[in-house]
């Protein structure tokens, strides 16, 4: 097998993602014929186990997940969360930028103003 490179690794887990999700469904969509044909009783038990195959997909899903932020993170990539917080930073910078030249722009009108009250 060759060396994965930072993209590679990511389909891989998509790929992964995506065959997992689809054999549980099959494998639900399978269970779900049995339980028709069976009593209550069995009934309940295949829905049980279809959640459970469920809730197991779900779980591999984040698992796959969190791998892959891991991956992002040791390649220095930015994270969506990385980005908001920059994003929210610049915003009180520019906001602050904004205020200081609102008083600057102030106080030089009070300096203009108070120049020509003297003459």
């Known amino acids: ?3 994965m490179n930072l993209n590679d690794i990511l389909y891989l887990a998509a790929g992964g993602v995506a065959a997992i999700q689809e054999e549980i469904e099959r494998l639900a969509e399978r269970l779900i ?3 028709k044909s069976m009593t209550p009783e069995g009934r309940k038990k295949v829905m049980n186990e279809k959640r459970g195959l469920v809730s197991r997909g779900e779980d591999f899903s984040k698992i796959v997940g969190k791998t892959v932020q891991r991956a992002f ?4 990539l930015a994270t969506r969360a990385d ?3 920059i994003e929210h ?3 009180n910078l520019e906001r602050e930028a904004g205020l200081r030249r609102e008083a600057k722009k102030s106080q030089r009108q009070k300096r203009s103003g108070a120049g020509r009250s003297l003459l």
């Not at 993170?73 to 220095?76: H, I, P, V």
């Open 73 to 76: 993170e040791n390649a220095g």
């Open 83 to 85: 980005l908001e917080e």
């Open 33 to 35: 014929d049995k339980g």
């Open 1 to 3: 097998m060759k060396k």
């Open 89 to 91: 930073r610049v915003e």
